[in-house]
């Protein structure tokens, strides 16, 4: 028995329109880091920055930063679930296919790393996702139990951490031998951010592909157990709500979505104005001050991802007519989801990097913002106009096409 692809007819709207909500959260956030090194990463306001740009780091920083990646992350769990279940009632090896899928899906991200941005996230979704196949079976009160754990599991050994190096401050050796660990990774830091920021600025295509593979390498080799950890405990509470048909059912439950707005909104907010009072740190080695920020945005991130859901959610159920016309638009957008997250990295690395238009480091943060949304808006209607003619976007098409092994019909 061969398996078929989701027909356009049986998308879920909702989600499609969180999908559509969550690329201009992405696209505010990762407007900054297409004008500098990926390397330069820290958590806080922007440095050197005041005025106008300063207030708009800051709101960013407690409305956005974290939070939609996370979102993102959710609909690639509950995307699990459905893509998952559908498979088993067509095929008797579902999850060959979903492995199928994640190794599309990983060497789209790498090409886009190693080609387009840095910054890719689809390789590391697709490495975090092979852990979903040891979960088919799990039911959803266990799902969002082990969600949390992996979320939690790296706060955890980052505190455990933090408390071990400051035991070993008593002793002088190891005092020395943590000063010259954090020396060390500084300078290569410095070194990787340094060669990055000249190739971005000026440099040619070769060498900026150069210095996208040295900060790929470098961002997720030492971070890989965090980000697999994060991003499969977030994928498995995505999977839990889609095993509830919570954000996934026809069925109406308001109930659900204001208990989300209200106990993931208040936390995730209060959470979020606690980081941003604290000193921005070098995420290097363990510090209280890092786990601190480490954890209070983990919360934000998930808090206020759940109430933007839920907010969204509540607006199509319950809210005027307008307003569900307007969320309506984001929709196509949704469906398109992968087409234009890589779209976005290939226009503003084209606007921004020297071998394209040059622009890079001269915009402040109003203009990058005004940018980032017009850019959105645009996002939103040519994917319109794109799926009154085409039955998916075209990274979708191929995605299917490499997935299923079959030719899919694009044009209507």
Not at 23 to 29: A, D, H, K, Y
Not at 63 to 88: H, N, P
Not at 215 to 222: C, R
Not at 226 to 232: C, E, G, P, R, Y
């Amino acid at each position: 028995m061969t398996a078929n692809s989701i027909n356009p007819n049986q998308r879920i709207e909702l989600l499609d329109i969180i999908r559509g909500f969550s690329l201009l959260g992405i696209i505010l956030m990762n407007m900054a880091f297409f004008q500098r090194p990926l390397t330069t990463m820290s958590l806080g306001l922007g440095e050197g920055e005041s005025g106008i740009d300063q207030a708009l780091a800051w709101g960013l920083f407690i409305f956005a930063e974290g939070k939609f990646y996370t979102m993102f992350s959710l609909l690639f769990g509950m995307g699990f679930v459905i893509f998952y279940d559908r498979a088993k009632q067509k095929i008797d090896t579902p999850k060959w296919l979903f492995l199928r899928r994640l190794i599309v899906l990983g060497i789209i991200g790498v090409a886009h790393a190693v080609f387009v941005w840095a910054g890719d996230i689809l390789f590391i979704y697709a490495v975090s996702g092979l852990f979903l196949l040891f979960f088919v079976r799990t039911s959803a009160s266990r799902l969002w139990k082990w969600g949390l754990f992996f979320m939690s599991l790296p706060v955890a050994l980052l505190w455990l951490s933090t408390v071990s190096v400051n035991a070993s401050g008593q002793s002088p050796e190891r005092a020395q031998q943590y000063q010259t660990d954090t020396n060390e990774m500084k300078n290569t830091l410095s070194e990787v951010a340094n060669f990055a920021h000249e190739a971005y600025s000026s440099g040619s295509y070769r060498a900026v592909t150069e210095a996208r593979i040295d900060e790929f390498s470098f961002l997720w080799g030492v971070d890989i157990f965090i980000a697999i950890s994060t991003f499969l405990g977030i994928f498995l509470l995505g999977a839990a709500f889609s095993r509830r048909g919570i954000f996934t059912s026809s069925e109406i439950q308001p109930k659900v979505y204001r208990k989300l707005l209200v106990f993931g909104g208040i936390p995730g907010l209060f959470a979020a104005l606690y980081a941003s009072s604290l000193p921005t740190t070098e995420m290097v080695l363990p510090t209280v001050n890092a786990a601190l920020l480490y954890s209070l945005t983990q919360i934000a991130s998930l808090g206020l991802c759940l109430a933007y859901m839920a907010l969204l959610a509540l607006m199509l159920d319950t809210g005027k007519s307008k307003a569900k016309s307007l969320l309506r638009q984001m929709a196509p957008a949704g469906r398109m989801a992968l087409t234009n997250y890589l779209l976005q990295s290939v226009f503003f690395t084209t606007l921004f990097y020297g071998y394209g238009f040059g622009l890079y480091g001269e915009m402040g943060r109003l203009e990058m913002m005004l940018m980032a949304l017009s850019f959105w808006l645009v996002q939103l209607k040519l994917s319109e106009r794109w799926l009154q003619h085409f039955n998916y976007g075209p990274f979708e098409w191929l995605w299917r096409l490499a997935t299923y092994g079959q030719w899919q019909a694009l044009k209507k």
